[in-house]
């Protein structure tokens, strides 16, 4: 039963990985433009593309400072570090592309996979920063 000494350890980083995960979303789908959980229900798969991106963007870096951290507060900060640059990743896209929110809004999946290509490139290089 010695094995079993690490499962609160376990809990504690999943528990706080998991409200990274939900806060990332809930900030991110404030500052987008469009409605990305509106457009997925009526079946707008550019807006599941780009959000699956964003998503998997955010959680390779939070995976990365999970795996490295020390302790929950060592985890805590490389997380918003991930996330600030993650979030970032958002405004630089739309600056790039000034049509991003219209394309994405009209369905136009080209768009949304070049985005959500980025924003897994930049996850993986925020991931290998930090360990």
Do not use: H
Not at 33 to 55: C, T, V
Not at 83 to 91: E, S
């Amino acid at each position: 039963m010695i094995y079993l000494q690490t499962i609160p350890n376990f809990l504690f980083f999943f528990a706080a990985a998991i409200a990274y995960g939900a806060a990332y979303l809930f900030i991110y789908t404030r500052i987008t433009p469009w409605a990305e959980l509106e457009l997925i229900r009526k079946g707008n798969d550019a807006a599941a593309i780009s959000l699956a991106g964003a998503s998997l963007g955010f959680a390779i870096p939070l995976a990365s400072a999970t795996a490295n951290s020390l302790n929950l507060i060592d985890m805590a900060v490389w997380g918003f570090v991930a996330m600030v640059i993650q979030l970032g990743v958002f405004f630089v896209a739309r600056w790039a592309k000034p049509g991003l929110a219209a394309d994405i809004e009209a369905g136009k999946t080209a768009t949304s996979v070049s985005y959500a290509a980025f924003a897994l490139g930049v996850g993986l290089l925020n991931a290998a920063c930090m360990s």
